[in-house]
Each structure stands twice: as C-alpha cells, then as structure tokens.
C-alpha cells in the first residue's frame, strides 16, 4: 500500500463512483479502477460494494477510510512542516551552554539571533562539559560548547572563541596588587572550585597533579556566581574566565605566568544531522563572533 493508492481509495469513497473519482484526481478510470484491485489484492480484503451505478464502502472499508484519511492529513502536514523548514519559518536548536558562557556571552548572540530568525526556537540548556558531550553524543541536544583543545572522538567541531583564564581573588587578597602569579602560588592557597565535570574544575586537577603539595579545597560547587562570591567574601580563591570576573566589585582578576587560555568550540555529532535551523545557528554564531568579544 503506497501514498497514491491511498489517495485514490480516499477519493473513490468520497466520490463513490469510478468515473467522478478519475476526473477529480485527473487521471483516466482505468488506472483507477486497476488502483484499488491492486489494493484490494494486496489486502486481501473487499473494500467497495460495487452496483451497477454506484459503489459503497465495506465493513473494512470504513476501517480503512479512517486510517487512510489520518494518513493523508499527517503528509499533508509534514509536507507543509518541511516546507517552513526549508524557508526557515520554523524549527529548532537545542544548545548546551555551560552556566559561565550563558551568562556571559550567549545572552547577546541569542538576542540577535533572535531578531534575525524570530520563527526559530532556540533552546538552552545549562550544564558541564562533560554532560554537554554526553547530550550531543546521546542526540539530546543538536549543538553544545565545549573547551579545551582535545576534542572527543564522534565530535565535530569549530573554535569560536579563546579566553583568558585568570586568578580570582578577593580585592583585599595580597595577590591583588600582583600584576602576575604563578600557578601553583594560587594552587597553595585555599581554594573554591567547581564540581567534577565542569572543564575548570578538570583543568586545575590536571594542573595540580604534578604539584608536590595536595591542595586545600574549601568549597566546591557548580554555580560560577556563588564562587565570585565566596571569593568577595574571603573564603578562597578560584579560577574564572576574564570575562566573568571584568569589572566586578571588590573581586580582582589577576594573569598567570605563563598566561592561561581556554578554547571554546562549538560541537556537533560528527555522524549526525544537522538540521537546516541549526545550520543556521551555527553560521550564525561564527559569523558574528568577533563582534561579541
């Protein structure tokens, strides 16, 4: 059973008769009636009465007509969807942003988007790198930022961005006045960080495996505010990107020798689809890059 005959037994019900049916749908009564034989045999079941002037359903062929009608409106439907799709009326993209770029970059880049596309939703949702990777992989979301220069294997993607890693401290913290420190002078300190699966926490773990001392974590969570205001409050320092910590009351940032830089990249499932929204998206976002810095 394919579309066109579904759609010639839609007609010849509504018609109940061959020849009307055949003009309706421009073709000649042969192919009509040779349609639904064909269809007939291939159920193995009899869907018309036929008399000598007008034909009537079966049993079965009500039973048909009320499938084959919901099917020809769902074509028609999708149809019509794919159709607002190719013409970007609609669709959607589902992005993973980790909490510090949503608060910090995004906000801007989804407002012109936004206006530019405003039939596209555009979905966000805020967790860890490491979660991000495991969403895209798993087809929960179509795109995510993550960082880093390795990019895991089944991903596709495109850096956008490099940021400066730098020292939080509070602006009464003795490393203040410094214009410069040294990693590890920030490692023996008492230390805020992030939960397991965050890439900042990954990075200081990484950086401080090779450090003679175990360092002293005082506090760790996944919310970048509470960190910039626990380390306000005194309670430890921290590592946050410049952007997050630029202008922020009794909070200073401070570079690290050598300095410190996070690549940003946004990812896509290497062997999957793309819709044309999230193209879009995509485009979109690397277009405009400069301009958000």
Same mark, same amino acid.
């Given at each position: 059973?394919?579309?066109? =005959?579904? +759609?010639?037994?839609?007609?010849?019900?509504?018609?109940?008769?061959?020849?009307?049916?055949?003009?309706?749908?421009?073709?000649?009564?042969?192919?009509?009636?040779?349609?639904?034989?064909?269809?007939?045999?291939? #159920?193995?079941?009899?869907?018309?009465?036929?008399?000598?002037? =007008?034909?009537?359903?079966?049993?079965?062929?009500?039973?048909?007509?009320?499938?084959?009608?919901?099917? *020809? $409106?769902?074509?028609?439907?999708?149809?019509?969807?794919?159709?607002? *799709? +190719?013409?970007?009326?609609?669709?959607?993209?589902?992005?993973?942003?980790?909490?510090?770029?949503?608060?910090? /970059?995004?906000?801007?880049?989804?407002? $012109?988007?936004?206006?530019?596309?405003?039939?596209? =939703?555009?979905?966000?949702?805020?967790?860890?790198?490491?979660?991000?990777?495991?969403?895209?992989?798993?087809?929960?979301? $179509?795109? !995510?930022?993550?960082?880093?220069?390795?990019?895991?294997? !089944?991903?596709?993607?495109?850096?956008?961005?490099?940021?400066?890693?730098?020292?939080?401290?509070?602006?009464?913290?003795?490393?203040?006045?410094?214009?410069? *420190?040294?990693?590890?002078?920030?490692?023996?300190?008492?230390?805020?960080?992030?939960? =397991? !699966? /965050?890439?900042?926490? +990954?990075?200081?773990?990484?950086?401080?495996?090779?450090?003679?001392?175990?360092?002293?974590?005082?506090?760790?969570?996944? *919310?970048?505010?509470?960190?910039?205001?626990?380390?306000?409050? !005194?309670?430890?320092?921290?590592?946050? #990107?410049?952007?997050?910590?630029?202008?922020?009351?009794?909070?200073?940032?401070?570079?690290?020798?050598?300095?410190? /830089?996070?690549?940003?990249?946004?990812?896509? +499932?290497?062997?999957?689809?793309?819709?044309?929204?999230?193209?879009?998206?995509?485009?979109?976002?690397? $277009?405009?890059?400069?301009?958000?810095?």
């Amino acid at each position: 059973m394919d579309l066109r =005959q579904i +759609k010639v037994f839609l007609e010849v019900a509504k018609a109940r008769n061959f020849t009307r049916a055949a003009e309706a749908l421009c073709i000649a009564q042969s192919a009509v009636s040779i349609a639904i034989a064909k269809l007939e045999e291939e #159920l193995d079941l009899t869907l018309f009465n036929r008399h000598s002037r =007008q034909i009537t359903l079966t049993a079965e062929g009500e039973v048909l007509l009320r499938h084959a009608t919901r099917i *020809l $409106d769902d074509f028609s439907t999708a149809e019509s969807e794919m159709s607002e *799709l +190719k013409e970007l009326s609609s669709g959607e993209v589902r992005i993973g942003i980790p909490p510090m770029m949503s608060s910090y /970059y995004f906000p801007r880049v989804i407002k $012109d988007f936004h206006i530019e596309y405003p039939h596209l =939703q555009l979905t966000v949702m805020g967790e860890g790198a490491a979660h991000i990777q495991r969403q895209i992989s798993s087809g929960e979301i $179509d795109l !995510g930022v993550i960082a880093g220069s390795k990019i895991p294997e !089944g991903l596709a993607s495109t850096c956008f961005l490099r940021e400066e890693i730098v020292a939080c401290v509070s602006s009464d913290h003795p490393f203040a006045e410094r214009t410069n *420190l040294r990693l590890q002078e920030l490692l023996s300190e008492p230390l805020i960080l992030f939960r =397991q !699966g /965050y890439y900042m926490r +990954k990075l200081t773990d990484d950086l401080q495996r090779d450090l003679p001392q175990k360092p002293q974590v005082v506090f760790e969570t996944n *919310l970048f505010s509470l960190v910039r205001s626990l380390v306000r409050e !005194g309670v430890g320092v921290s590592t946050l #990107l410049r952007m997050v910590v630029a202008d922020k009351p009794k909070v200073t940032a401070v570079s690290f020798d050598p300095p410190l /830089y996070l690549d940003l990249h946004i990812a896509w +499932k290497k062997d999957g689809y793309l819709s044309r929204a999230n193209q879009t998206f995509l485009s979109f976002l690397l $277009d405009r890059v400069e301009s958000y810095k």
